[in-house]
Nanobody, 115 residues
Framework: QVQLVESGGGLVQAGGSLRLSCAAS????????MGWYRQASGKQRELVAT???????NDVDSLKGRFSISRDDAKNTVYLQMNSLKPEDTAVYYC?????????WGQGTQVTVSS
């Protein structure tokens, strides 16, 4: 069974940085698309960024310049570098992967930004 395991979340002060990682295990293929969504308390899950095998990125304009996504297909891992974090970035961040019409989700990692 495919597993997406996130790491790197935690508590950080406003202005700080975190790097999230998501490693896919128990697979013999490379996902077409990998990325990140987030869900703040009381809000809907929203896109942060995705990246496909060709390196094309789909991200949110409001996060550009602070967040950047990358992937290492040799490690089946996607990363999210988050800089200049703000309290409004506080959310559970979910790893996302997609292949052949099926989405996969990680369990989520909490990111809390204190003011």
């Amino acid at each position: 069974q495919v597993q997406l395991v996130e790491s790197g979340g935690g508590l950080v002060q406003a202005g700080g940085s975190l790097r999230l990682s998501c490693a896919a295990s128990r697979i013999s293929f490379v996902f077409n698309t990998m990325g990140w969504y987030r869900q703040a308390s009381g809000k809907q899950r929203e896109l942060v960024a995705t990246i496909d095998r060709g390196g094309r990125i789909n991200d949110v304009d409001s996060l550009k310049g602070r967040f950047s996504i990358s992937r290492d297909d040799a490690k089946n891992t996607v990363y999210l570098q988050m800089n200049s974090l703000k309290p409004e970035d506080t959310a559970v961040y979910y790893c996302y992967a997609y292949r052949v019409g099926r989405p996969y989700w990680g369990q989520g990692t909490q990111v809390t930004v204190s003011s």
